[in-house]
């Protein structure tokens, strides 16, 4: 892992196309820019661990499980 120090204002660039740009500092946390071009994804890990989650239990989901969901949903 590549750990920086950045004030705000500052920057730095992943590859030629990213640049992060800290924009504030405060008790509660960091604000930070990303400017990157469209067809790349940016998410918050947290979002990407549930969606991997959930497309996981997709998945794993029985015909079985399904029609009892059916089911419950008809009541």
């Known amino acids: 892992m590549l750990v920086l120090r950045r004030r705000a204002g500052e920057s730095f660039l992943?590859?030629?196309?990213?640049?992060?740009?800290?924009?504030?500092?405060t008790q509660q946390g960091a604000k930070i820019g990303i400017r990157a071009p469209k067809e790349t994804i940016v998410l918050r890990k947290e979002l990407k661990i549930t969606q991997d989650q959930n497309a996981q239990a997709a998945s794993s989901l029985s015909l079985r499980d399904l029609e009892q969901a059916i089911q419950k949903l008809r009541r």
């Open 14 to 25: 992943i590859g030629d196309e990213i640049e992060v740009e800290l924009l504030a500092v």
